[in-house]
């Protein structure tokens, strides 16, 4: 099993990027995706979350209409566009994929917000 993050960077603030989580080993369709990420001296927090069917998506009320989740299931990946990035926003982002008591973590993907 792997997730693979990608796509982390410096930005400025009001910037954007996209992350991406490439999967592989699992049936990826299957499971739910989420991001999360955490901050230095602070716990992991969810983002966001999709259904294994894109159908639904949830997100952390710090991240309402600045950040979409959404995936590809031909192409085992998902991604977080994120827009409109603040300083707050500086974490790394971890990529999960949960089924049941299946739970997997990619190695994460540093995002740096400042100008």
């Known amino acids: 099993v792997q997730l693979v993050e990608s796509g982390g960077g410096l930005v400025q603030p009001g910037g954007s990027l996209r992350l991406s989580c490439a999967a592989s080993?699992?049936?990826?369709?299957?499971?739910?995706m989420m991001w999360y990420r955490q901050a230095p001296g602070k716990e992991r927090e969810l983002v966001a979350a999709i259904g294994s069917d894109g159908g639904s998506t949830n997100y952390a009320d710090s991240v309402k209409a600045r950040f979409t989740i959404f995936r590809d299931n031909a192409k085992n990946t998902v991604y977080l566009q994120m827009n409109s990035l603040k300083p707050e926003d500086t974490a790394v982002y971890y990529c999960n994929a949960h089924l049941w008591a299946a739970n997997y973590w990619g190695q994460g993907t540093q995002v740096t917000v400042s100008s």
């Open positions: 080993g699992f049936t990826f369709r299957s499971y739910s």
